[in-house]
Structure formats: C-alpha cells, structure tokens
C-alpha cells in the first residue's frame, strides 16, 4: 500500500493553505512532527511515529491528515479496530473523504469480515470511478464466493481498465467457478500478453506443464 507517499503529498497541499493565523513553516513545531512521525516510520518505530502524531490530532490545521496517518500506523501495528475508528474520526473533517473509506474498508478486510468492508466499498462507489476501491470490492466477492457478482464486476473492470492484469485474473477465477473453461481460458491467456510470468494463469492454461 502507497499510504505514506500519498500522504506525503497530501502534506504538502495542506502547507500550502495553511491558515495564516497558524502558518505552518519548516521549523513549525506541527513541521517537526510530521518529520519525525514519518522517520520514525521509516525507522520500523511504528509506537514512536503513532507517538509523533498525537499533538497533531487536536490541531486545526492538518488534523484530517492526522488521522489518516494514525489510521495507517494502526494498520501497519495489525490494530484493525482502532485504525477502522482513525478512519472514521477524519471523516469528521472531510465527509466525502475516499482514503478515509478505503482505509475502513482495509481494516475491514483484514479481518475478514467481508461484508462490512463490501458494504463500506459499495457505499463509496457513488463518489464515482476507482480501481483500487473496485479492486478490493473484487477482493471481497471473491472471499464470499459471489462469483457471478465476481464475473459481472471483474468485465466491468477489465473493459474500463484493459492493461491492468488483476481485473482479468479475477475474471478468469469466477469464469472458471462458473463452468466457462473456455471463457477462463481466454482471459488467462490475457493475463499471460500482461504478465508473462504469471504462474496461476500458466498453471491453468498447461496443468501438465
């Protein structure tokens, strides 16, 4: 997950419309903590960067960002209900917030409890058109053996997004669980044209290979 460069970006949106009653510079004590937040990180000290980020959850400027990261760090420490709870706390400032959702639907997801996290996904199709959110809802189908869903989902996916491998081995996985060996077939040998090395589609294609 690209969590950390995405909010690395984000960071640098927010310095440049901070309040100018509370002007976040370089040298700011709210700059210096996101620093050492993220060096910590960097560091494997995940307690010592949660640590760094505390002072910023009550500050005006950048507290959605503030709980993202928590949201993340908790992740990362297998904390999957308090950082379900991180990522719930900033869509507080930030209602139509699509990180904040996709990192409940995360925590959701790594403790398989599926329908949650589909329903969490489902809610924030409206807000429109994202691979990784439908990826995940793809993730979530599968563990439920909605395989028609699956199917139905993953040609959507693979029309609107035809070079990416992952939209085509889900297609075939749910192709092949309903019966159309031909069909599976077929889209494993597209996978193939996208990922040469791919191993499960080799494998289904040459079983004997």
């Known amino acids: 997950m690209k969590q950390p460069i995405r909010m690395a970006m984000l960071l640098i949106c927010v310095a440049s419309i901070a309040s100018p009653a509370h002007p976040m510079t370089a040298d700011s004590p709210a700059q210096q903590a996101w620093s050492h937040s993220y060096q910590r990180e960097y560091a494997g000290d995940l307690d010592g960067a949660l640590a760094a980020i505390q002072p910023l959850l009550t ?3 950048g507290v959605e960002l503030a709980w993202l990261r928590e949201g993340w760090l908790l992740y990362s420490q297998g904390k999957y209900n308090h950082a379900f709870n991180a990522y719930s706390q900033s ?3 930030n209602s139509s917030s699509l990180d904040a959702r996709l990192g409940m639907m995360l925590s959701r997801m790594a403790q398989k409890r599926w329908h949650e996290a589909e329903q969490i996904g489902e809610s924030a199709l409206s807000g429109g058109d994202n691979y990784l959110l439908e990826l995940r809802l793809l993730i979530c189908a599968q563990a439920l053996g909605q395989w028609q869903q699956l199917h139905d989902r993953a040609l959507m996916l693979a029309g609107r997004y035809p070079a990416e491998a992952d939209p085509w081995i889900f297609l ?15 889209s494993y040998m597209h996978v193939l044209h996208l990922s040469p090395g791919n191993q499960e589609a080799r494998q289904f294609i040459n079983p004997n290979a």
């Open 59 to 61: 500050e005006h400027d």
């Open 91 to 93: 869509l507080q400032y």
């Open 172 to 186: 075939a996985r749910s192709q092949a669980r309903l019966g159309d060996h031909h069909s599976a077939q077929q």
